[in-house]
């Protein structure tokens, strides 16, 4: 079954479908008053985060139980959660921005 990318205006949903139908329709189930920024068809079965991509790379934190702490002490609020990591680590609003949707995704 493929795995497909969907971009909404809340989250980055990853999931397996039989087509693009049905990864939409799982979408809905969980998130359905979200729209659809963009949906891709992931070119192989897995899906990786690069570190280096987060700017992670030869680092003595632990960026990812970071980023689900503040990830847990917001409830899941994507926003407070930057801000709360961006204070605990001094990252800037980009870097704390795509280490906690990566986690996000991660399912944390």
């Known amino acids: 079954m493929p795995l497909f990318e969907i971009e909404t205006d809340s989250h980055i949903f990853i999931t ?9 329709d799982t979408l809905r189930d969980a998130y359905p008053t979200d729209e ?9 079965d897995s899906w990786v ?17 970071i980023a689900r702490d503040c990830l847990s002490k917001s409830s899941g609020d994507k926003l407070q959660a930057i801000r ?7 990252s800037d609003l980009e ?12 399912g944390w």
Do not use: F, H, Q
């Open 84 to 90: 709360l990591y961006m204070s605990e680590t001094g």
């Open 36 to 44: 659809i920024v963009r949906i891709t068809k992931r070119p192989r």
């Open 49 to 65: 985060i690069s570190k280096a991509a987060l700017g992670a790379t030869g680092r003595s934190l632990d960026i990812c139980s």
């Open 95 to 106: 870097k704390a921005r795509r280490i906690i949707e990566s986690n996000m995704v991660m």
């Open 16 to 24: 397996w479908a039989k087509d693009e139908p049905s990864a939409r």
